[in-house]
C-alpha cells in the first residue's frame, strides 16, 4: 500500500478547502438562502403544487414544484395552484385567501420589513378565490412604519384593489373573463386596458371582459363597467371559493352566511381548465 506524502495531503486538504468554499458560496447565492416568508398553506385537501423559484434571471424564473402540505411555509414568490377537486388556503400577516379547485395564484408583491411582510398583490391567473385582508387597526397603523398599502388581486384584464375587506375574485382564461364581487367592505375594480374604475360596495359584484375580444361596434358597450347586485351563478361559485374555509369563523360571518346561505352549503366541484394554462410560468 503506497505511502501518503506530504504532498499528497497538501493536495487533499486544498481541495476540500475549495469544495468548502464552493459550497458556502452556492449557499448564499441560492435563492432560497434568503427567501422571505410571506405566510403559509392550511386546510389542504387534494393535490395542490407550489411552484418555487430555483434559478431568476431577469423577469423569468426557473421553478421546481414542492408537493403542497399544511403548515409549509410559503416563500415570497410562490405560486400555489390547486388541482382538481382540490383546495387549499393561504394565511398570511395580513389576511387569508380561499382557493376553489383548479386555480393559481402567485405571489407577487410586499410590503413592511423582511421579519413580518404584508402581501400586497396577488396575481390570479385562473380560478377563483375568496379573500379576507384585515384592515390595521388605529394603533397598529400608529406604530407601523409604513401606512398599510392597498392589497391587489390582479387577473390579465382586471385589477382589485382593498384595503381591509371581504371579497371574491374570479377569472376565466377562455373568455379572458374576471368577476369580482365584495361580501363586506369596498373594492375598486379597475379594467386593465382601459383604465376605467368602479368601487364596487358589500353585496354588490361586476364583471370586466377584455375589450380586445370584441369588434369595434361593441367593444364601446362591452368595456363598461357595470355594478349590479350579485347574482345566484356568482354566489355558486362563491361557495365553491369558500368550501375549504367553511369552518374558518371569519369566512362564515354573520354577513357572509346572510349572502351565501349555511356554510354546509359550500361545497367543492370540479372545475374544467384549459389544458394550455395548466403549465403556466410566469405570465404576468
Known amino acids: ?9 497538501k493536495m487533499i486538504t486544498t481541495a476540500f478547502k475549495t ?19 410571506c405566510g403559509s398553506l392550511a386546510a389542504v385537501q387534494g393535490t395542490v403544487d407550489v411552484l418555487r423559484t430555483q434559478i431568476k ?18 416563500e415570497c414568490d410562490d405560486i400555489v395552484v ?20 383548479d386555480s393559481r395564484i ?8 423582511s421579519e413580518k411582510p404584508d402581501l400586497n398583490i ?11 385582508i384585515q384592515k390595521k387597526s388605529k394603533e397598529e397603523a400608529a406604530v407601523a412604519p409604513i401606512p398599510q398599502s392597498s392589497f391587489q388581486i390582479r387577473t390579465h384584464t382586471a385589477v382589485a384593489g382593498v384595503r381591509g375587506t371581504d371579497f371574491y375574485v374570479a377569472y376565466d382564461p377562455n373568455n379572458f373573463g374576471t368577476e369580482q364581487a365584495t ?32 369588434d369595434d361596434l361593441t367593444a364601446n358597450v362591452k368595456k363598461q363597467l357595470i355594478v349590479v347586485p350579485i347574482q345566484e351563478s356568482i354566489k355558486h361559485d362563491l361557495r365553491i371559493a369558500s368550501a375549504v374555509a367553511k369552518d374558518d369563523k ?30 403556466l410560468k410566469n405570465e404576468f
Open 122 to 132: 396577488v396575481n390570479l391567473a385562473y380560478g377563483k378565490v375568496r379573500a379576507i
Open 250 to 279: 371569519e369566512f362564515s360571518s354573520k354577513d357572509a352566511v346572510k349572502v351565501l346561505g349555511s356554510p354546509e352549503g359550500w361545497t367543492i366541484e370540479k372545475e374544467a381548465i384549459p389544458s394550455k394554462y395548466k403549465d
Open 106 to 113: 402567485e405571489i407577487a408583491g410586499i410590503t413592511g420589513n
Open 82 to 101: 390547486t388541482r382538481a377537486q382540490s383546495v387549499a388556503k393561504v394565511i398570511f400577516a395580513n389576511g387569508k385567501i380561499a382557493m376553489g379547485p
Open 183 to 214: 361580501l363586506t367592505g369596498k373594492v375598486e375594480v379597475e379594467q386593465k386596458e382601459t383604465h376605467q374604475k368602479v368601487l364596487v360596495s358589500g353585496g354588490q359584484q361586476v364583471g370586466v371582459d377584455s375589450s380586445g375580444k370584441h
Open 1 to 9: 500500500m503506497a505511502k501518503t506524502t506530504s504532498q499528497d495531503l
Open 19 to 37: 469544495l468548502a468554499v464552493f459550497v458556502l458560496f452556492t449557499a448564499l447565492i441560492s435563492p432560497q438562502a434568503h427567501a422571505a416568508s
Open 57 to 74: 434571471t431577469g423577469d423569468e424564473a426557473n421553478r421546481f414544484i414542492v408537493p403542497g402540505k399544511n403548515f409549509m411555509t410559503l
